[in-house]
């Protein structure tokens, strides 16, 4: 007997990797059974079949590893056996590439060909869900496996994975989820953190996790891919990781330097739509190819279309593409197509999106970027100068499929004193939600976790100002209760205060609508072309004194359509009044999801209807630093003496409530209030009794 406790303990390294610990434990404690003079046989027994499973399953996994080919004429498949000899011999490997260069899909397979995959999956991160759903497809494709199997994808709403799966594709946001129940991620033996130059907070937070991680767990493989963005940052972080180089497949691009004001006095200073037009012109006079005209929002794209259309009538279609757009309007861009286009878009065209066929590139060299102040307490969309980085990544949008040329409307010496890349998102963000899931992880403070960009000391002292605003901490900054069931639902912070708060007040299945439409994409359609006809049909959701209702309404609306109507009528209902189909569809799947994490978690639903104050009292306890009280002109005054306006889309623009609260504010030309309604002040004292002094 003896001798039959080493051998078991031999036998765990052909384990699963996480059967390995439990094993292990359940082996630890028979030895200090037997020490103790207590009988371990039965045990013994039980754990020696489960060794012998698992061992199994791992043997059955290298036997069944997919055969793996190769397309030669990516450039990374030159470069494959030294990336192999890198993961093999190394903890930790950046490989940097641009688009073209075949990292993302051909990379995991460079993983199988290595032998990892079998002890554990090899986990692939993609910042978004429409890129792991094609890539996985893609990857299935290219081992001759069906979607699902050795090749799954998993996503908010959808598990395509099964316990045979070799690699698991996900948005980064599902493995950061994954880490609350699997805290040594022992499901993988390999992971694979594609897109890090973009730098999210999710990325950036799982590379400071990782690097926590990798001392217990010596046998997990990591890889980096980035676009050749400073690779050797992500290097430094994992102490001098290796850096592999891939060249993508690219063409020569002639840049144009055209800005707007001159020192010439014999030529005039230009607008950015004039420089557009002239821009336009010039390239018309190189030949054939589409051109790419990137844009800091939705009103640029709109005047700039209108004036392109009066002015460049030849043949030439003008299509928008930003993130809001329809997925039909968006389609329209990826078509195939006879005349040149013209095609304006936000920065959503840089990385995310790569629009096929641009030969000219126009770059006014701003964009909108999400920016939060410490000072005002707001979430700001400012246009701003982008990187010398993110200009480098337009210009490269005309380099795929031919010689190109980039006009830039600024000058050359404008270009160089430029910062060299953009703030990462950590550095421009609220921090409530990051340190709600690092007190929640038990990860220590968030001062000292290894981010790569550490954030300004006034950045977190916003955060945990957040935190205990919403009761989600206690004065010396600990998890209260509230706390760690807000760090349980899968939303923002502030909205999941706002669901907590609303079984209390009767009011959950209506605040549940709610809550589920603040995080998705507004189901409701602008087109440029029927904007009127549009707010027309949008009219009869919208309700005098809260923009929240307008969201009960329409949901209502479309379910009671639901019940009679076919899937095609209900779609086409959907479309005469300016509805997103597939939007409703998601706004759908993520109030289940929230339903079923608040019932799980103990909460019930209203059988009756909520009342206007019900609803209202709820939805405060999340928005109280979003108050504010009327004071002229139109101006409201907020938490910390904020003045805003209501923002010009709401219901509630032409009236003047005494006080209202906001979902947000949000900076662009002014201050606004979005998505707004009438509150009693009366409310405010009871919602905020925890932040209230009394002398």
Known sequence: MKDHLPQLYRQLDGCLIADRAVLRRRLDALRRRRAQGKPIDRALAEIETRIGESTGQRQSRLEHLPRVRYPQDLPISQHREEIRRLIEENPVVVICGETGSGKTTQIPKICLEAGR?????????????????????????????????????????????????????????????????????LQYDTLIIDEAHERSLNIDFLLGYIKQLLPRRPDLKIIITSATIDPQRFSRHFTDAPVIEVSGRTYPVEVRYRPLQTEDPDMLDRDQCRG???????????????????????????????ALRKHHPRGAEILPLYARLSAAEQDRVFARHSNRRIVLATN??????????????????????????????????????????????????????????????????????????????????????????????????????????????????????????????????????????????????????????????????EVLIIAAALSVRDPRERPLDRAQAADTAHEKFADENSDFLAYINLWNFYHEQAKHLSGNKLRKL??????????????????????????????????????????????????????????????????????????????????????????????????????????????????????????
């Open 276 to 306: 557009i037009l002239d821009a336009a012109d010039e390239l018309s006079e190189e030949g054939e190819g589409d051109i790419l005209v990137f844009l800091p929002g939705e009103r640029d794209i709109r005047e700039t279309a209108e």
């Open 348 to 509: 959503v065209a840089e990385t995310s999106l790569t629009v096929p066929g641009i030969k000219y590139v126009i770059d006014p060299g701003l964009a909108r970027i999400s920016r939060y102040s410490s000072r005002s307490g707001v979430q700001r969309l400012p246009v701003e100068k982008i990187s010398q980085a993110s200009a480098n990544q337009r210009k490269g949008r005309c380099g795929r499929v031919a010689a190109g040329i980039c006009i830039r409307l600024y000058d050359e010496d404008d270009f160089n004193n430029r910062k060299e890349f953009t703030d990462p998102e950590i550095l421009r963000s609220n921090l409530a939600g990051v340190i709600l899931q690092m007190k929640n992880l038990r990860l220590g403070r968030i001062e000292d976790f290894p981010f790569i960009d550490p954030p300004e000391r006034r950045s977190i002292r916003d955060g945990y100002k957040t935190l205990r605003e919403l009761a989600a901490t206690d004065k010396k900054g600990e998890l209260t209760a509230l706390g760690k069931d807000l760090a349980r639902l899968p939303v923002d912070p502030r909205l999941g205060r706002i669901l907590l708060a609303a079984e209390e007040m009767g009011a959950l299945r």
């Open 117 to 185: 995959g079998v002890g554990g999956k090899i986990g692939h991160t993609q910042p978004r869900r429409i890129a792991s759903r094609t890539l996985a497809k893609r990857i299935a494709g290219e081992l001759a496996t069906p979607l699902g199997n050795a090749v799954g994808y998993k996503i908010r709403f959808s598990d395509r994975t099964r316990p045979e799966t070799y690699i698991k594709i996900m948005t980064d946001g599902i493995l950061l989820a994954e880490t609350q129940g699997d805290r040594l991620l």
């Open 574 to 695: 959907c479309k005469t009044n300016f509805i997103s189909y597939m939007r409703i569809r998601e706004w759908h799947d993520l109030h289940a999801q929230l339903q079923a994490q608040v019932t799980g978690m103990g909460h019930k639903l209203n059988d009756s209807p909520a009342s206007y104050d019900a609803i209202h009292k709820a939805l405060l306890p999340g928005l109280l630093g979003h108050v504010g009280m009327l004071k002229e002109h139109h101006e409201y005054l907020g938490a910390d003496g904020r003045r805003f306006h209501i923002f010009p889309g709401s219901g509630l623009f032409h009236t003047t409530p005494t006080w209202i609260m906001a979902a947000e504010l949000v900076q662009t030309t002014r201050l606004y209030a979005r998505m707004v309604a009438r509150i009693d002040p009366g409310w405010i004292e009871r919602a905020g009794s925890h932040l209230i002094r009394r002398s």
